[in-house]
């Protein structure tokens, strides 16, 4: 079975501050690999995915995450927080076949302070 | 190319009454998931369907849930009898055939009274 580990429900940063969102997975077969971005009452945004190839995966706004199977981790990070950057960020992790259900992390809620 | 359409986006329903949620996948997608988020929590995968067939229904509840995705419309997520507790945000996705990637709609904010 298939799972997502968010560590840290609340984030917060200084503007201009490093952001780091940490996602840790299990799975048992190579996993597809996801980050999505949720602003208040609104829906979900891809942000990046992480498929084949390139273990370093870069987004949109400026984000990036890298894929480390030996640590079943796959990190989101950003050099320089925005204000606009506030907003719950979800990992999700889904199969390479079957269903391609998605699995998803708790969730983090991400605070930038001016 | 339109998104992921569901309606409508707010509903508000008195407990034991019936809630029907519509989802309008892109075009050219014939694969719907839905997912609920509760308050303070992320997305729960429900239903996997494509058309006409349920595929995965594992995180469905037992009893009074039920979907569909007929040949012609849109998809239907169905509560009966609603609960409180199914107040929460119910997201669908859509994806084309044999493709991993999904597309979120804006969700539908259901409310029990």
């Known amino acids: 079975a298939q799972s997502v580990t968010q560590l840290g429900s609340h984030v917060s940063v200084s503007e201009g501050a490093l952001v780091l969102l940490r996602c840790n997975y299990s799975?048992?077969?190579?996993?597809?690999l996801f980050w999505y971005v949720q602003y208040p009452n609104q829906g979900l945004q891809l942000l990046l995915k992480?498929?084949?190839?390139?273990?370093l995966v870069k987004g949109i706004n400026g984000f990036e995450a890298e894929f480390k199977k030996s640590e079943t981790s796959f990190h989101l990070t950003k050099p320089s927080a925005h204000m606009s950057d506030a907003a719950e960020y979800f990992c999700?992790?889904?199969?390479?076949?079957?269903?391609?259900?998605?699995?998803f992390g708790t969730g983090t809620r991400l605070k930038v302070l001016a | 190319n339109a998104g992921v359409m569901q309606n409508p986006r707010h509903l508000v329903r008195r407990r034991g009454q019936e809630a029907r949620l519509r989802c309008s996948p892109m075009?050219?997608?014939?694969?719907v998931y839905w997912y609920r988020q509760l308050p303070e929590e992320g997305l729960k995968f429900m239903v996997y369907?494509?058309?006409?067939?349920?595929?995965?229904e594992s995180g469905m509840p037992k009893e009074r849930f039920s979907a569909e995705f007929p040949k012609e419309g849109p998809s239907i997520l169905r509560i009966q009898q609603v609960v409180r507790g199914d107040s929460a945000a119910y997201f669908c996705?859509?994806?084309?055939?044999?493709?991993?990637?999904?597309?979120f709609g804006p969700g539908t904010r259901l409310t029990v009274t």
């Open positions: 996705a859509s994806s084309p055939p044999t493709f991993y990637e999904q597309y």
């Open positions: 799975s048992s077969v190579p996993p597809y």
């Open positions: 992480y498929t084949t190839g390139a273990t």
């Open positions: 999700a992790v889904s199969s390479t076949s079957g269903t391609y259900k998605y699995i």
């Open positions: 075009k050219g997608h014939s694969h």
């Open positions: 369907l494509q058309k006409e067939n349920i595929i995965d």
